[in-house]
């Protein structure tokens, strides 16, 4: 929000406030009951009372004549804190960290007899006379929402406008702090996503599942895994919550049809389920967050699931016009592998990517973006019509999200006449990747296979005891073997999990590079090198913005010299690895 603060002194302050992070063991749970995260807004009282009929009086005699109000913008060294949170008896606060400063942040914390992290959200607690005006202010800031017509270009600062115009017609006079967690409330109700809406702001957090009414919602969270939070919603509440995800995705969920998958307008996937009919337990959710920033090859260094070696070899097959397929099963990352080696494709190169939810993200000036449209009409837009129609914009670079039918043998019938193709599969080897191309419902026939060259496998396995993500197999499509009729594959590269390393072999597919540059065995080595030098040079420099690195790999293709100066002037050398 605009009000907000700098959140790394924000989460600073938040750490080495002692007054802020109380843990006393006195404190019960009774009294923390009341911070749910949404929903119904908590109540307290401790901090100011109604104030009798004195105060009631007084009330009345301003709402017959006005009010007015002066509002600062909140300053965390001049005004009180909005949140407050003294620790859960029985659990080890592990670490807190803003998710909305300074209105929400999170407090994950450790049961040392069950094993178990709990995610809590702790947002600003309301008193009861703040909790009557923010239910007066959600019926009487709603419709002049709607009719003001710059909410779309500064929601931020409409409904401020609007909270400080409806409390003056009260006739309250309220402090900075008060305004500023009514504000929220309504905010997080009018363009957030209610109890979610912390869960959404924060970074570390990938997906996020309900199963049912009057259950905990459970996320994955990038260093905690598997979580549960201390949020909940009731039935109606969560059927209704299902409906509006439905709804501000430009689609339509009901008893009749309570089946939907699609995309927020952030971009993150959502799978929703409505009532009892197919969740017997009650309406249920899954979200896919969208990251704000895609992945780059550079992350994908720094999170190990490649290596540089790795990296090279694929940088030189996609400038080389090869099809890569990218395998794995549910949450393994394949499509963010896919996106971000992506950016190695040369910048002048027309791309053309297919999706029936968006999650592609490129940072390419000839790039056309298309998605599937479904029980819209009598027709739907499937990714078979899309991929047809693709080829007559006489693409160099065709992306498609996922390939699960009759789209898969148009795929492969462009990569036989010369289009370079890359797209995403569930399976997780490259046995089990072949069995499915080439049987029900896919059918690709055994000669189109062969026209794939590169098929990467990527696990979200276990290595040293950590959950991590790697590329398992990066193979070769050699062809059919005369002898047996068999589809002939080797593994260029393979991940070793017990010591999390990669184990390289010999690749058919740069000899082949090699001949079509007209190479030498040493000129190709030397391009490898550089190619690992110019990747360790972005890894040092931490070039994680998808917008930099792009701007980096297209220099590259530009001025290769000036490049490889640069990164010699900075003293750069690699290993073999």
């Not at 949170?85 to 998710?99: A, D, K, N, Q, S």
């Not at 407090?107 to 309301?126: C, F, G, K, R």
């Not at 790795?310 to 030189?316: D, E, G, K, S």
């Not at 010999?506 to 001949?515: A, H, K, Q, T, W």
Request: net charge negative; hydrophobic share 35%; proline share 4%.
């Amino acid at each position: 929000m605009a009000s907000q603060q700098n959140t790394d002194d924000q989460n600073e302050r938040l750490q080495s406030d002692e007054s802020v992070i109380e843990t006393e063991e006195e404190d019960s749970l009774d009294a923390l009951d009341g911070i749910d995260a949404g929903g119904t807004v908590p109540i307290t009282g401790e901090r100011e009372d109604s104030g009798g009929l004195g105060a009631l009086l007084a009330r009345t005699a301003r709402a017959l004549f006005g009010s007015t109000i002066t509002v600062t913008d909140y300053d965390p060294t001049r005004h009180e804190r909005l949140v407050e949170f003294h620790g859960l008896p029985g659990y080890e606060e592990v670490e807190r960290y803003w998710v909305n400063a300074p209105f929400a942040f999170v407090s994950i914390n450790y049961d040392p007899d069950a094993h178990t992290h709990l995610y809590y959200v702790v947002e600003p607690q309301l008193t009861e006379f703040e909790q009557e005006l923010l239910a007066q202010l959600f019926e009487d800031v709603r419709s002049p929402l709607l009719y003001r017509d710059d909410v779309s270009d500064n929601p931020e600062q409409a409904l401020r406008d609007e909270l400080k115009s409806r409390l003056e017609e009260y006739g309250v006079h309220v402090s900075d702090e008060t305004f500023y967690r009514l504000f929220y409330y309504l905010y997080r109700a009018f363009q957030g996503y209610g109890r979610l809406d912390p869960l959404m702001h924060d970074p570390h957090i990938e997906d996020i599942s309900c199963d049912g009414p009057n259950a905990p919602v459970f996320l994955y969270h990038d260093q905690y895994t598997d979580i549960e939070t201390n949020i909940r919603y009731e039935p109606q509440e969560l059927a209704n919550f299902v409906i509006q995800l439905a709804q501000r995705s430009g689609r339509h969920v009901s008893v009749a049809d309570p089946l939907t998958s699609t995309t927020l307008p952030d971009g993150s996937r959502i799978e929703l389920a409505l009532g009892e009919e197919v969740t017997p337990k009650g309406s249920a959710f899954t979200i896919r967050k969208y990251a704000d920033e895609p992945f780059t090859p550079i992350d994908l260094l720094e999170y190990g699931t490649v290596d540089r070696r790795m990296l090279a070899f694929l940088w030189l097959a996609i400038q080389n016009n090869k099809s890569l397929l990218f395998a794995g099963g549910t949450a393994a990352g394949k499509t963010t592998s896919m996106n971000a080696v992506s950016m190695f494709i040369p910048p002048r190169a027309k791309v053309l990517t297919i999706e029936d939810t968006r999650e592609l993200a490129l940072y390419h000036d000839n790039w056309l973006s298309s998605v599937t449209r479904e029980r819209m009409g009598d027709k739907d837009i499937t990714m078979y019509d899309l991929l047809r129609s693709a080829l007559r914009h006489r693409p160099e670079y065709i992306l498609v999200g996922e390939v699960r039918g009759e789209e898969a043998i148009t795929l492969f019938q462009a990569m036989n006449t010369g289009h370079t193709t890359f797209s995403t599969m569930h399976a997780d080897s490259v046995q089990t990747v072949i069995n499915r191309l080439e049987n029900d419902p896919i059918n690709v026939p055994r000669p189109m296979v062969t026209s794939l060259d590169v098929l990467w496998v990527q696990v979200l396995g276990r290595s040293q005891g950590e959950r991590v993500r790697r590329a398992k197999t990066l193979a070769e499509i050699e062809g059919i073997d005369q002898r047996t009729g068999e589809l002939d594959y080797s593994n260029t590269y393979s991940w070793n999990s017990t010591d999390d390393t990669f184990t390289e072999r010999n690749s058919e597919l740069l000899d082949e590079i090699r001949d079509e540059q007209g190479w030498s065995q040493s000129q190709l080595l030397e391009e490898l090198r550089n190619r690992r030098r110019f990747l360790k040079y972005l890894q040092d420099e931490n070039v994680t913005d998808y917008r930099r690195f792009t701007a980096m790999v297209n220099k590259y293709y530009a001025d290769k010299e000036a490049v490889l100066d640069q990164i010699a002037a900075a003293g750069v050398e690699v290993s073999e690895r």
